[in-house]
């Protein structure tokens, strides 16, 4: 059975989501509070978890970023009753994998659900070193140095930096890097895309206004040549 760790703190809520997803055959564990998910996230085996922003302890964001320091892999569903498309972003751009926003359908969670539990199923297995000019990137330990010094990615570059070292030398188009980083069924702009793609040159590039890695191909797309 697959483990499924509910993060909630409206009782209500939380009873409703673990009838509806014990129904489906699916383990769960809930808990109440942003610290003791933290964790319980360390400790245990979870297939995906299913976080609530408001939380006691430590809120939602501060739980999802955490965990990705820490090198936590494990798929993540935000719940949240914010619907503006700042919270949504802030949640994608610290790794979260999906966003649902409260009230919502619990078919259509169900369903959110088995497809971020497919997708992680059917992700390839990756290369967890690279290395590229001065830079040395570790996924596992979710860490990029220079010359030894530590750069500071958010998750969502570092999703772009895995998606160009994995085709290097290949154009990928917006469309492809959105399906690579998101996943087709996930609320993501092509805006947002151009901005991270600028943050991640301002970072790894020596001079980002005449880029020698991460290249625009006019009208299509980026083409990473480290």
Known sequence: MQRILVVEDEPTIATGLQDDLEQESYTVEVV?????????ILEGEFDLILLDVMLPGADGFTVCRDVRMKGIRTPIIMLTAKGQEVDR?????????????????????????????????????????????????DF????????????????????????????RGQVLTIDELLRKIRGEDVFLTDRVIYTHVNNLRSKIEENPHNPKLL????????????
């Open 32 to 40: 109440n509070d942003g610290a003791v998910a933290i964790k319980r």
């Open 89 to 137: 972003i802030v949640g994608l751009e610290l790794g979260a994998d999906d966003y649902v926003t409260k009230p919502f359908s619990p078919r259509e969670l169900l369903a959110r659900i088995k497809a971020v539990l497919r997708r992680a199923h059917d992700e390839p297995e990756h290369a967890s070193n690279y290395q590229f000019a001065d830079i040395t990137v």
């Open 140 to 167: 596992d330990r979710f860490e990029v140095l220079r010359k030894g010094e530590k750069i500071d990615l958010t998750a969502m570059e570092f999703k772009l930096l895995r998606a160009f070292l994995e085709s």
């Open 215 to 226: 290249i625009s191909v006019r009208g299509v797309g980026y083409r990473f040549d480290g």
